[in-house]
Every structure is written in C-alpha cells, then in structure tokens.
C-alpha cells in the first residue's frame, strides 16, 4: 500500500510541478537539455526513494534540490575547478562537500523557488520547447514532455505512434537546440511576438488532434485536449497582455464545452443537430466567453484565434441549430480568411454559407477548392460535398463523394458515421426518392 501510495505521489508532483522543477534547474545550469535529464534523474529516485520511506513533506523541494545536486556533481565531474559547480554549491548552502548519498529533505531555510523567477522559468521552457528550428512533431513531443510533463509512453498513446519515435524525437529536439546554442531566456518583447506564434501553434495543434483524432478509435482524445487546455491557460496566465494567447483559450474552452454531448454512450459521434445542448459544459463556455473578452479588450481587434472563438461562441450562445446567428458566423470566416487565409477556412465558410443561404449558394465554393492541395488527402471536402449534394437531390453525385470521404477518413468513429449516411442515400435511391 505504501509503495502504490509513493508511486501516485510521484505521478501527481510530477504532472504538476515537473515544468517549474524543469526550468528551475535550466536557469541555474544554463542547459535546457542538461535540466531536463536532471529533472529525469530526480524523478527516477523519487520512485525508487519515496515508495520505500514515504512521501516527503516537500515533495517539489526534494525533487529540485536532488536535480540540483546531480548539476553539482555532473559540474564536478566536468572540472573540479569550474565556476558553476561552485556557485550552485553555495546556493545549495553546502560549502562545496556534496555528497553522494541519498538526499534529505530540503532544510527549512532552503530557497527552493524564487516566487520572481517561476513565471518566466514556465514561459522560457514554452517558447524553447516551441521553438521554430524544431519540426513540428518535435515541438509537440518536446512540450507535452516538459511543460506538460506527460512520461514518453504517454505521449506516444496521444500521438499515437511507437514510444520509440517521441523518444527519438525527444533526443533529436535537444541536441537541435544545442547545436542551435538556444539560450535558456524569456525572448525580448520584439521577438517574443514572432516566437509567440509558433508556441500558440503547438498548442492548438495539440488540442486540435484531442478534440477531432485524425486515426484511431476514438473521435475525441480528452485527457490530450485537457492538456492542451492546461498548457493555454497557463499561457494565458503568463502573458495575460498577449490578445492571441487569450483568444486561444477562448476557443480550447468554447470547443471544449461541447465535448459531453459530441458522443454517445458508446462513444458514437453525434452531430451537432442533434445535440442536448442542455449537455454543454456552462461553466466551460463561461471561462471561453471571458477570455474572449480579454483578448478583445488588450488588442486592437481580434485575432486567428479570437476569431474562431468568436464563431465558437456563436454556437456556444445559440439555443439550437436554427437559431444560430449564420450570417454573423460567416462574416467571422470571411474576416479570418483575409487574416489567415487557408482552404479549411474556405471550407468552413461554404459550410456557414450553406446554413444561411442554402446548399446552391455554397456548392460553387466547394467546388472551387476540389483542386486545393492541401484538401487532396482529407475526407472533410468530399463529406461536405456530398452532404450539400445530397440537400440539393443530387443522389448519384452525393454517393460518389461519400464513398471516397469514407475511403480517406482514418478516424474509425467518423468513418461510421459516413457509411450510415452513404447507406441511408443507397436506400433512397433503391425506393426511387
């Protein structure tokens, strides 16, 4: 019991301090790789130390104060003379004898957070773990591994490829960054603006995979879009001036909200017409319309993602499908695609079109982004297709759409939603209608 009580323990400090405890150790040593490994070897101990003789009064102090004194003796081990190993010797309050026995708890004297530096400790792990030299994958696996402080197994369930490869990924981030001499630092306010977009990005890419899985069996992956939320408010939290990082949040908890109606009891898609909106989370669209608000009151008119939180929210607010306000959410498109412009945009618009003006008033549109690289391998174009043929009795066309909609779609859920529809429109056509 002990040893099971030791072990969640661990898991819990982890999950919630592991980026603090991270980038503690990146500002003493000044090696966000080297903190990173520390932070690992400390987290190994505890699982080995805390089972056998019980959870520490400080469990985040004992986890840093370990990862520090493995700086020390890795320092040590590089020159016994070298200026870093002495000045965090001092910090420690240990004059230099450092032992390598096991740690005791922090003494009560211990300055084991500087309440000054945890924020920008956070935010200079988020802007290095997203930093633009790094591929996309890179970025994610890097920030759920030391912001989020998901373990290589979990990431690899979310990203749903072979521990191997985020492990792999991992290392290849790290020694990218070091080639690239990334400093351990908050950028300048010039350059945070440009790394900025590419820490919104990771985030959204990440929650955008939890609340609609490109492949597997599931439609929505929660606990990677929780993280994905976590990771936004935090960031929020940081730079509560930045209108992006706001609206961002908005639109995690806007779409967030209609998660518990977005599936069955046997986790069956439900369309969003068929919803019980009476289902939506209250307290979640509450959260989403405030942080909407900020971002409207810190910039000077929102942004890509204020936007699309502001078309979230539309949804949010409306009583059912029909009383949507359409025409507002299609002007939201049309401004995003100026701001943004991207052939999803498009095709969300056609869709809002479609509600507001009817199917013939958006089929042009579709039509026009089938020669759209970027849509060649989605199944989102040819099931919006065939749904608009459908509504304009164009059957023969509409199974056609379908039929290759369900061929691209991966996501198992979704494919079963389209084989329902493809076989409701084979029906009707074999009764003549």
Known sequence: MAEHTGREAVAAVWRIESARIVGALARYTGDFSLAEDLAQE??????????????????????LTVGRRRAIDTFRRRSALDDRYTALAHNLGEGGAVSGSEPAEPAAGDVLWDPDQIDDDILALMFISCHPTLSRDARVALTLRVVGGLTSDEIARACLVPTATVQARITRAKKTLAAAKVRFEVPSAQERAVRLTSVLNVVYLIFTEGSSASSGAELIRSELAGEAQRLAR????????EPEAQGLLALLELTAARFPARTGPDGHPVLL????????DRAAIARGRAALDRASRVGRG????GLQAAI??????APSVEE??????????EALGHLAPSPVVDLNRAVAISMAQGPAAALPIVDELSSAPALSSSHLLPTIRGELLTQLGRITEART??????????NARERAVLSAKLAALTGSSSNGT
């Open 302 to 305: 929102l942004g890509a993602y």
């Open 273 to 280: 017409a068929q919803q019980d909106r009476r289902r939506w």
């Open 42 to 63: 400390a987290l190994a101990e505890a699982l080995v130390t805390w089972p056998r003789d019980g959870v520490p009064d400080n469990p985040a102090g004992w986890l």
């Open 324 to 333: 949507t306000a359409w025409d507002r959410i299609v002007l939201l498109y």
């Open 312 to 317: 979230a929210e539309c949804h949010a607010v």
């Open 234 to 241: 935090v960031l929020a939290r940081l730079v509560p001036n």
């Open 401 to 410: 759409e379908l039929t290759r909609a369900i061929t691209l779609c991966a």
